[in-house]
């Protein structure tokens, strides 16, 4: 069982930058697939990236903008979602999840509201 705790989130105005953490617990969890997902309301839920192991120190990190931008500490068991030049159609929900699958994810964490001010 993976448990996945995001942190991070609040308000801030457009054109800030943020920083989301994830933590997530597990002894493998450095050939954890993880990535973030969020859901503004109204909307559907939008996978924003994933980083995932490609062997020995290697991972793969892809996201749907550049403005995002995904990495990990696994000395810290920890991923993070960093957003530049923030929106406020970036307000939405964000949640981390391990256990990548085709759309979605075996484990979610409980997600961070994320409101941006214009």
């Known amino acids: 069982q993976v448990r996945p705790v995001e942190s991070g989130g609040g308000l801030v105005q457009a054109g800030d930058s943020m920083r989301l953490s994830c933590v997530a617990s597990g002894h493998l969890f450095s050939t954890y697939a993880m990535g973030w997902f969020r859901q503004a309301p109204g909307k559907e839920r939008e996978r924003i990236g994933s980083i995932i192991w490609t062997g020995g120190d290697t991972y793969s990190a892809q996201t749907i903008e550049d403005r995002f931008k995904i990495s990990r500490d696994n000395k810290k068991n920890t991923i993070y979602l960093e957003i530049n030049s923030l929106k406020p159609n970036d307000t939405a929900i964000y949640y981390c999840?391990?256990?990548?699958?085709?759309?979605?994810?075996?484990?979610w964490g409980q997600g961070t509201q994320v409101t941006v001010s214009s």
């Open positions: 999840v391990a256990g990548l699958t085709a759309g979605s994810a075996r484990f």
